[in-house]
Structures are given as C-alpha cells and as structure tokens.
C-alpha cells in the first residue's frame, strides 16, 4: 500500500481527519480519536498502526510483517502495526482499518455519536 493509497482510503471513511505528526507520520481521526496511524518503516515499506479487536491481536501479532503497535499495545491497548504485506494483504489491511475506525466511533460518546451519525 502506498501512502497515497492510506491516505484516500481513510479520506473516504466517514467523518474522518488528517494530520500529520509525531515525527511525520500520518495519522486520521473520527471525532479527533486516532483509529490509523502511517509512517515509513526503514525507509522502504509503509508501516500502517490500527485498533483492533483481542481476537485479531491474538491471531496476528506474531505473523510475518505483523508485530503488536509500538507505544500502543505496550501500553495494554490493542493495536497492531502491518510492517510488510507477508501476513495481510492490502485489501485485508484496508478492511482492519475500517474495522478500527468502526472500534474508535464505537468508543464515542453516544452524543456525538449521534451528532456525526455514526453507530446504530
């Protein structure tokens, strides 16, 4: 996936943010909560960070080019970051960062839930 590719992919999720920090990396928000995060991963392949749920951790964290976020899942949260396509494709990568978008709107308040028409 190049950064082009993450960046309008995030873009086309609903009610959705960009900025750029923490050392250049791109990052995008729901309601100014991060659920992707992407930067340059030795300078070559495009490390992508994402919330995800236990089970996915679980099943994925020790996969080639898979590996638990750096900062986030030492913390006790649970996000992973894609360092290489070995393990999930760009088509299933792009379907976990939906997923994490769809946790983070989930962790909203029911307010603003409501206000950006997110949720059931």
């Not at 928000?29 to 490390?47: C, S």
């Not at 080639?64 to 396509?85: D, E, I, K, N, V």
């Not at 976990?96 to 949720?119: D, F, T």
Request: proline content about 4%; charged content about 20%.
């Amino acid at each position: 996936m190049t950064l082009d590719d993450y960046n309008s992919f995030c873009a086309a999720l609903p009610h959705t943010s960009h900025v750029v920090q923490w050392g250049g990396a791109h990052v995008w928000k729901v309601a100014g909560k991060v659920f992707a995060i992407a930067g340059w991963n030795d300078g070559e392949e495009l490390a992508v960070t994402f919330k995800c749920s236990a089970m996915s951790f679980d099943l994925l964290k020790d996969k080639p080019g898979m590996r638990p976020a750096p900062y986030l899942a030492s913390r006790g949260m649970l996000w992973l970051q894609r360092t290489g396509p070995q393990t999930l494709k760009d088509k299933d990568l792009k379907g976990y960062i939906r997923e994490s978008h769809r946790l983070v709107a989930a962790g909203l308040s029911k307010r603003v839930q409501k206000e950006l028409g997110l949720g059931g």
